[in-house]
């Protein structure tokens, strides 16, 4: 069983920083994806960063490229990602998302909790 619980979530002023961790346990695909979303009230889940494997490929939207980093600690079964420049409309309840794949190309999907983000002006 796939779990997955995210960390790292707080207020901060604008211009600042956070850095947000997804702990993932009972995944160990060679084959994988993993994710970040976020969701602010009233508004849609939306993509902000991923992390691919094998490649170790990294994709971002327009409104966090260049202020986001996503990245994984394989040591410890981490993924992280750096906020840095954040903006009020940066707030949202920040989501992790793992996607592990078989060799038959099925996968096994899991979310996190999520971990709320503020972004005081």
């Known amino acids: 069983q796939v779990q997955v619980v995210e960390s790292g979530g707080g207020l901060v002023q604008s211009g600042g920083s956070l850095t947000l961790s997804c702990a993932v346990s009972?995944?160990?695909?060679?084959?994988?994806?993993m994710s970040w979303y976020r969701q602010a009230p009233g508004k849609e889940r939306t993509l902000v960063a991923t992390?691919?494997?094998?490649?170790?490929?990294?994709n971002y939207p327009d409104s966090v490229k260049g202020r986001f980093t996503i990245s994984r600690d394989n040591a410890k079964n981490t993924v992280i990602l750096q906020m840095n420049s954040l903006r009020p409309e940066d707030t949202a309840v920040y989501y992790c998302?793992?996607?592990?794949?078989?060799?038959?190309?099925?996968?096994?999907?899991?979310w996190g909790q999520g971990t709320q983000v503020t972004v005081s002006s």
């Open positions: 992390f691919t494997s094998p490649g170790g490929m990294t």
């Open positions: 998302y793992a996607v592990g794949y078989y060799t038959d190309n099925t996968s096994i999907r899991s």
């Open positions: 009972g995944f160990t695909f060679s084959r994988y994806a």
